[in-house]
């Protein structure tokens, strides 16, 4: 379906949300006027933009500044736990102070960076790989910030389910609950992670046929925990699903265009045989009710 006829379409459901993506991204900065007016136009209502790193949390402050769409969250990814600052701390709290509204993200446990990940992968290129307890120490602090502040969490977990349901059940969590982004785990681990308060958020790269096991697990989501998220400019959607092309990057790479978060949504309507409308609503209830 050509993208101008998914506008007209998307016309009659709920805004779409998208969950979790970086719109800060050093890869999207040569498109984001033109990016934020094909949002608008699939009918976007809010996005979660995820600060990953103490460098890149003005970033995402500028843009919730400037765009009325952002729903801003500032956070220490694993990847980058083991090159904080002396004063990583501080500087997320200050963040907070003039960001009252923002959320605790991107923030989480990553064993595939330790176990599974080349030594030559380039998107690892200058980062000490922190070991799992100190991310797992990392991760901590920012679980019970996100549990004093009562705002939701985004977290990332690739490879590592059993250490986060441990520090999930030990730790204090935020009341209004947390998402487990792009979720991979398995689906005996989806009623445990539920009970504690987990959200779980379907990503584009799983409408690949190559990801089957993952979408039997979100056809299994209760309703009211699903949410609904590119990760762009990571995470492409497959070719035959895409609604907007990949966009071109300063580094000569491609970029997901935020913009196919429709798609991602039209994509899991098909996956748990419900209408896009219904669906829609669905998500729209779900959003407002861990991010506000």
């Not at 064993?111 to 290129?125: G, M, N, V, Y």
């Not at 409408?207 to 009211?224: G, N, T």
């Not at 196919?260 to 098909?270: F, K």
């Amino acid at each position: 379906m050509p993208a101008e006829q998914f506008v007209i379409s998307s016309r009659y459901v709920a805004p779409f949300y998208d969950a979790h993506n970086h719109f800060q991204d050093d890869w999207l900065a040569p498109h984001r006027t033109a990016v934020d007016a094909e949002l608008r136009g699939v009918g976007l209502g809010r996005a979660v933009v995820n600060g990953t790193c103490e460098a890149d949390w003005p970033a995402v402050a500028d843009l919730a500044r400037q765009l009325n769409w952002v729903v801003p969250s500032f956070g220490l990814h694993p990847w980058d736990a083991g090159n904080r600052s002396a004063n990583w701390q501080a500087n997320l709290l200050r963040q907070f102070e003039s960001t009252p509204r923002a959320a605790v993200g991107e923030v989480g446990l990553d064993r595939w960076i330790l176990d599974r990940a080349k030594p030559d992968d380039s998107r690892l290129a200058g980062l000490r790989r922190a070991p799992l307890d100190e991310q797992i120490e990392v991760f901590a602090w920012q679980l019970e910030l996100a549990a004093r502040r009562n705002c939701a969490a985004s977290i990332h977990c690739l490879d590592a389910f059993g250490a986060m349901l441990d520090v999930l059940s030990r730790a204090q969590r935020p009341a209004r609950g947390f998402l487990l982004h792009a979720y991979s785990g398995p689906v005996e681990m989806m009623r445990p992670f539920a009970d504690l308060g987990a959200y779980f958020s379907f990503n584009g790269s799983f409408l690949d046929a190559r990801h089957a096991a993952k979408q039997e697990v979100f056809k299994r989501i209760p309703a009211d925990r699903l949410l609904v998220e590119t990760d762009a400019p990571a995470m492409r959607l497959p070719p035959s699903h895409e609604k907007f092309p990949p966009l071109a990057t300063p580094a000569g790479a491609v970029a997901n265009h935020p913009a196919n978060i429709a798609a991602v949504y039209a994509g899991l309507a098909e996956i748990r045989g419900v209408p896009l409308a219904t669906l829609a609503d669905q998500v729209e209830s779900n959003f407002v009710r861990l991010f506000g």
